[in-house]
């Protein structure tokens, strides 16, 4: 189901189009879908551009559109969703609660969904559509930066199906990082989970690694997606990991430092993605030379259990 202001955002033919002032006929000027915002690049599409130009402010994201969400006092489902019906809808109609959003665009509210950190393309509002629509899921997702302590973000020790060397977290006690942290509802985290088959998904708790939401509230705990091979060591410290950062500058410095990578993957970031994305053997080789190089780090520090199946109820107790 679309909202009022995704039904009012497109022509008769389905195009998108601005919402008109009725009073004028000029068309509104705050176009809030993906593509007028400048989210664009889909690293599943476009490797190198890994990982994504994520959310910086809370937002709602209905799909088509990334609408601000207004921070309040209280718990997440009553923080306000700024302009959600358009420019031109009545005032007291243009701020409702986002549970009231979320009905309105057919979704389950806050209560029912699932606090998950992002530490690389799912904190992309562009990638985490395409993931569920691809998935036939839902791309309704309110995404809010979070400050977390105890957690830091370096890169996977293996190369993914998509040809990018995937970031990944480490703990880190001394670390304060911003993550965004997503609510997925059960059907879009079993998508996230079937799209993560290198990654177990763990639940963090509160106690022992906070995550503070901006209005200065606690959560209880939130799940974080943790690499299955490692991460890969820092060049200049190799005890540590290495910090995650840019894929072209990631992978170019990878090549330079392996003579071995180099005839596996080509001479530059181009050719390592197209080599990579096109043979599953040479990803599983690339992995093997990154072991032999002693650049692989095993990942501690995090529980070891693995989080409860995606359609199983689990309680989180301060979900806001």
């Keep these: 189901m679309r909202s009022p202001r995704e039904r009012g955002a497109t022509g008769s033919g389905g195009e998108p189009r601005a919402a008109l002032d009725p009073a004028s006929g000029r068309a509104a000027t705050n ?3 993906l593509e007028a915002l400048g989210f664009t ?10 990982p994504g130009r994520p959310v910086t402010e809370p937002s709602l994201l209905t799909g088509p559109e990334l609408l601000p969400l207004r921070v309040g006092t209280g718990r997440l489902g009553g923080w306000r969703v700024v302009d959600a019906y358009g420019p031109y809808a009545p005032a007291a109609a243009r701020e409702p609660a986002l549970d009231e959003a979320l009905a309105a665009l057919g979704a389950p509210p806050c209560g029912e969904r699932r606090p998950v950190l992002a530490v690389g393309s799912n904190a992309s509002p562009a990638q985490l559509r395409h993931k569920l629509t691809r998935c036939a899921r839902s791309a309704v997702v309110p995404l809010v930066p ?3 302590r105890g957690v830091s973000v370096g890169c996977s020790a293996h190369i993914g199906v998509n040809g990018y060397v995937a970031a990944a977290p480490f703990a880190a006690p001394e670390a304060v990082s911003t993550l965004v942290l997503g609510w997925l509802d059960a059907g879009q985290l079993a998508a996230v989970d079937a799209t993560e088959h290198n990654y177990r998904r763990v639940l963090l708790p509160g106690d022992a690694f906070p995550v503070e939401l901006p209005s200065g509230e606690r959560l209880d705990g939130a799940y974080l997606y943790v690499s299955r091979h490692g991460v890969l060591a820092d060049p200049a410290d190799p005890g540590r990991p290495r910090p995650a950062g840019g894929q ?3 992978l170019a410095s990878l090549l330079a430092a392996s003579p071995a990578l180099r005839a596996l993957l080509g001479a530059d970031p181009e050719s390592w993605v197209a080599r990579a994305r096109a043979d599953e053997a ?3 080789a690339g992995k093997r030379i990154f072991g032999e190089l002693g650049w692989t780090l095993p990942v501690r520090g995090f ?11 689990s309680h989180i107790g301060n979900l806001p």
């Design 248 to 250: 072209r500058a990631l």
């Design 282 to 284: 040479v990803r599983a």
């Design 41 to 50: 690049d889909v690293p599943a599409e476009r490797p190198l551009s890994y």
């Design 31 to 33: 176009d809030r879908r």
């Design 146 to 148: 979070v400050r977390v």
């Design 303 to 313: 529980p070891g259990a693995t989080a409860p199946p995606s359609g199983q109820s």
